[in-house]
């Protein structure tokens, strides 16, 4: 089992990490020959978030070499925070005491214990030469186990609603979240998304007007079949959950929502441009399935 | 004298809009420690009352020209009698309760209603805060930090940052009270329905002026300053007041022994489990800028709830601080409004007072 790259594009991989870390505090990691998936699909997670992502090899990687008896891939459990720590001390910032020159990943062997290592080579202001290294402690998964792994499966969605910057939302979500714990989330194919608390004290309910419903692929065979653009469709989640989900402001560009009523809500964090995405964190969210709402 | 027969075709009792709802959340802000207040509406304006433990009152006086647009319409009876009619005008208003974090929240629900103090402090007066007080602001960063050097900027009304504007309306007993809310055309708008509650009866606390033993006017930054010095494992705070010595009297004694003055005009005492600490104010017009004293006077309040007064005394310019013969306390900060004072003529400064009883185990 061989791996080893060079992170080429640190501080995109430290914002996805950031993302992540929130909502888990151990997550996997496959590495294929041309993807890197990151999953988060722990039951213990609060409202049953999961996150399956997938993120192109040459977005962040160069040098990326990979062989394993498993049609070479490689699927790992790592702990999010030293991941994030290990990448915090490989990205350049203005107080950071070196300049980083090449961040180098590998998997090793130390003690018996298999370890993702981090290899920094930077330059000091002085121009001094600086090696900084991490080992984070992995748990290489067995490929049966990697077999059990599998994306919840979802009907098709009812809709389908590009949200606006996520920075925003989370600031109204934020304001919202001690006043209730869940949220709706209701939008029609006609660019309305809504998202509504009902409580016993207060009805809050904001609604933007103009998002962009993108075009699926699959169009009604007659038209008289089209839904009402007007109909709303509605799934009511947790709102401490989807509040998780809205941490990865820090890397969106562009996130499409999926609502599939009563069921779940799904959405795609783009990485990057949609058109030439460099990968894509999937957030699923379930339902809560509430008669009263 | 056509009455509207439907009730739908009735205005609502109260309409009132903000373009910019920093001020009005700000003030609610100023006497948000007690989550259940009750909102008076009168033609003049709001009223937002809040108490403690049957001891402290707050209210925050918000007048209707704070107010873009503002329409009381009265629920009550209309007065028959014309003697009453002065009598009517008081008793005319319409109250109810709301939960006051609750409506604080959906005006901040942009993150553009800011942080109270930075926004309405003139530049004239020290900037202060607490690093706790920013919390609202933390989503957004930048924007909440440009808003404190803002100056001159809340004058003109310019400045491309963006503000909440509000519509506010309350159609009547038993309806809630509703908040549109908008931040601009193209952006998202917020509908907020807040559940009201028929209004308890509060705690009379009346000052009587003819009663009046100390009555202190300065700058809210001097009052300030020494609460916010003060640790909150104090339990007790002693304001103490001396008639000021005469004027030959002072000056002479004065230069005799400047230090040892063992009358202080006005001190305040607090003490708590781990110590005690005393703080006199000079003798010195600029500080104190009225005082009047008839006795010696040495009341005791609970330092819990003074100090819940500090967060309006952080917006606040100047504070009227009046004692009466039985101890009673009450504290008005004025609020100066981010309104330019010529355009609009007779705009009113809003202001906040507490009333507070003495502690009973001193006298």
Same mark, same amino acid.
């Given at each position: 089992?061989?791996?080893?790259?060079?992170?080429?594009?640190?501080?995109?991989?430290?914002?996805?990490?950031?993302?992540?870390?929130?909502?888990?505090?151990?997550?996997?990691?496959?590495?294929?020959?041309?993807?890197?998936?990151?999953?988060?699909?722990?039951?213990?997670?609060?409202?049953?978030?999961? /996150?399956?992502?997938?993120?192109?090899?040459?977005?962040?990687? /160069?040098?990326?070499?990979?062989?394993?008896?498993?049609?070479?891939?490689?699927?790992?459990?790592?702990?999010?925070?030293?991941?994030?720590?290990?990448?915090?001390?490989?990205?350049?910032?203005?107080?950071?005491?070196?300049?980083?020159?090449?961040?180098?990943?590998?998997?090793?062997?130390?003690?018996?214990?298999?370890?993702?290592?981090?290899?920094?080579?930077?330059?000091?202001?002085?121009?001094?030469?600086?090696?900084?290294?991490?080992?984070?402690?992995?748990?290489?998964?067995?490929?049966?186990?990697?077999?059990?792994?599998?994306?919840?499966?979802?009907?098709?969605?009812?809709?389908?609603?590009?949200?606006?910057?996520?920075?925003?939302?989370?600031?109204?979500?934020?304001?919202?979240?001690?006043?209730?714990?869940?949220?709706?989330?209701?939008?029609?194919?006609?660019?309305?998304?809504?998202?509504?608390?009902?409580?016993?004290? /207060?009805? /809050?309910?904001?609604?933007?007007?103009?998002?962009?419903?993108?075009?699926?692929?699959?169009?009604?065979?007659?038209?008289?079949?089209?839904?009402?653009?007007?109909?709303?469709?509605?799934?009511?989640?947790?709102?401490?959950?989807?509040?998780?989900?809205?941490?990865?402001? $820090? $890397?969106?560009?562009?996130?499409?929502?999926?609502?599939?009523?009563?069921?779940?809500?799904?959405?795609?964090?783009?990485?990057?441009? $949609?058109?030439?995405?460099?990968?894509?964190?999937?957030?699923?969210?379930?339902?809560?399935?509430?008669?009263?709402? | 004298?056509?009455?509207?027969?439907?009730?739908?075709?009735?205005?609502?009792?109260?309409?009132?809009?903000?373009?910019?709802?920093?001020?009005?959340?700000?003030?609610?802000?100023?006497?948000?420690?007690?989550?259940?207040?009750?909102?008076?509406?009168?033609?003049?304006?709001?009223?937002?009352?809040?108490?403690?433990?049957?001891?402290?009152?707050?209210?925050?006086?918000?007048?209707?020209?704070?107010?873009?647009?503002?329409?009381?319409?009265?629920?009550?009876?209309?007065?028959?009698?014309?003697?009453?009619? %002065?009598?009517?005008?008081?008793?005319?208003?319409?109250? !109810?309760?709301?939960?006051?974090?609750?409506?604080?929240?959906?005006?901040n629900i942009f993150g553009t209603a800011g942080s109270t103090s930075a926004n309405v402090t003139t530049?004239?007066?020290?900037?202060?805060?607490?690093?706790?007080?920013?919390?609202?602001?933390?989503?957004?960063?930048?924007?909440?930090?440009?808003?404190?050097?803002?100056?001159?900027?809340?004058?003109?009304?310019?400045?491309?940052?963006?503000?909440?504007?509000?519509?506010?309306?309350?159609?009547?007993?038993?309806?809630?009270?509703t908040l549109l809310l908008a931040e601009d055309a193209t952006g998202p708008t917020t509908t907020c329905?807040?559940?009201? !509650?028929?209004?308890?009866?509060?705690?009379?606390?009346?000052?009587?002026?003819?009663?009046?033993?100390?009555?202190?006017?300065?700058?809210?930054?001097?009052?300030?300053?020494?609460?916010?010095?003060?640790?909150?494992? !104090?339990?007790?705070?002693?304001?103490?007041?001396?008639?000021?010595?005469?004027?030959?009297?002072?000056?002479?004694? %004065?230069? %005799?022994?400047?230090?040892?003055?063992?009358?202080?005009?006005?001190?305040?005492?607090?003490?708590?489990?781990?110590?005690?600490?005393?703080?006199?104010?000079?003798?010195?017009?600029?500080?104190?800028?009225?005082?009047?004293?008839?006795?010696?006077?040495?009341?005791?309040?609970? !330092?819990?709830?003074?100090?819940?007064?500090?967060?309006?005394?952080?917006?606040?310019?100047?504070?009227?601080?009046?004692?009466?013969?039985?101890?009673?306390?009450?504290? %008005?900060?004025?609020?100066?409004?981010?309104?330019?004072?010529?355009?609009?003529?007779?705009?009113?400064?809003?202001?906040?007072?507490?009333?507070?009883?003495?502690?009973?185990?001193?006298?």
């Open positions: 089992m061989r791996f080893r790259a060079s992170i080429e594009n640190v501080p995109t991989f430290f914002k996805i990490i950031q993302s992540i870390e929130k909502l888990q505090k151990k997550c996997i990691i496959k590495f294929t020959e041309t993807n890197m998936h990151i999953i988060c699909n722990s039951d213990a997670n609060e409202g049953g978030i999961q /996150v399956w992502s997938q993120i192109k090899v040459e977005s962040l990687f /160069v040098g990326y070499r990979i062989q394993s008896n498993a049609a070479n891939e490689i699927t790992m459990a790592i702990t999010s925070e030293a991941l994030l720590g290990a990448l915090k001390s490989a990205s350049s910032s203005a107080t950071s005491a070196y300049e980083t020159e090449e961040v180098i990943m590998k998997l090793a062997k130390k003690n018996g214990q298999a370890v993702l290592t981090f290899e920094i080579n930077g330059l000091t202001r002085v121009g001094r030469k600086v090696r900084v290294s991490h080992d984070v402690k992995i748990e290489v998964m067995r490929p049966a186990d990697v077999a059990r792994l599998s994306e919840p499966l979802c009907p098709e969605p009812d809709l389908h609603i590009l949200l606006p910057p996520l920075q925003k939302l989370r600031t109204i979500v934020d304001r919202l979240r001690p006043m209730s714990d869940i949220l709706a989330i209701r939008a029609n194919n006609n660019g309305c998304l809504r998202l509504s608390i009902n409580t016993e004290s /207060v009805k /809050v309910d904001t609604e933007w007007k103009d998002c962009t419903n993108p075009k699926t692929q699959n169009i009604p065979e007659d038209p008289e079949d089209a839904p009402d653009p007007d109909q709303l469709f509605t799934v009511l989640v947790s709102l401490r959950s989807f509040l998780k989900f809205l941490n990865s402001h $820090v $890397v969106s560009t562009t996130t499409i929502a999926c609502i599939c009523q009563n069921h779940c809500m799904i959405l795609y964090v783009y990485i990057g441009d $949609v058109a030439d995405a460099g990968g894509v964190l999937t957030f699923y969210i379930p339902a809560i399935i509430d008669d009263e709402f | 004298m056509s009455q509207p027969i439907e009730d739908e075709e009735l205005p609502p009792v109260l309409k009132a809009s903000v373009h910019d709802v920093r001020y009005f959340a700000a003030l609610l802000r100023g006497v948000n420690f007690i989550n259940r207040a009750t909102i008076t509406v009168t033609e003049r304006g709001l009223t937002i009352t809040v108490e403690e433990a049957r001891t402290l009152l707050g209210t925050a006086f918000i007048f209707s020209d704070v107010f873009d647009e503002y329409c009381y319409r009265s629920e009550n009876p209309p007065v028959v009698a014309s003697q009453d009619s %002065q009598d009517s005008e008081i008793v005319d208003n319409t109250a !109810f309760e709301v939960p006051l974090n609750t409506l604080i929240e959906c005006l530049s004239k007066f020290k900037k202060w805060k607490k690093a706790g007080d920013d919390s609202d602001n933390d989503d957004d960063g930048g924007r909440g930090r440009s808003a404190g050097g803002r100056g001159i900027d809340s004058y003109f009304g310019g400045g491309s940052e963006k503000r909440t504007g509000m519509r506010l309306t309350y159609a009547g007993a038993g309806y809630p009270l329905e807040i559940t009201t !509650f028929d209004p308890e009866p509060h705690l009379e606390l009346d000052f009587d002026n003819s009663k009046m033993v100390l009555k202190i006017i300065l700058k809210s930054s001097w009052l300030r300053d020494a609460l916010s010095e003060l640790d909150p494992s !104090f339990d007790k705070l002693t304001f103490i007041g001396n008639p000021p010595p005469d004027a030959e009297a002072t000056t002479s004694r %004065q230069k %005799q022994r400047p230090r040892d003055n063992e009358k202080p005009m006005l001190r305040i005492q607090a003490a708590g489990t781990f110590g005690s600490t005393e703080m006199d104010y000079p003798n010195d017009r600029d500080v104190l800028e009225t005082f009047e004293c008839t006795r010696s006077v040495r009341f005791s309040y609970r !330092f819990a709830h003074i100090s819940r007064a500090l967060r309006a005394l952080q917006s606040s310019t100047k504070t009227s601080l009046r004692i009466d013969e039985e101890g009673l306390l009450s504290l %008005q900060f004025l609020m100066p409004s981010p309104k330019p004072k010529g355009a609009g003529g007779t705009s009113t400064d809003a202001f906040i007072e507490f009333r507070c009883l003495a502690l009973d185990d001193e006298f």
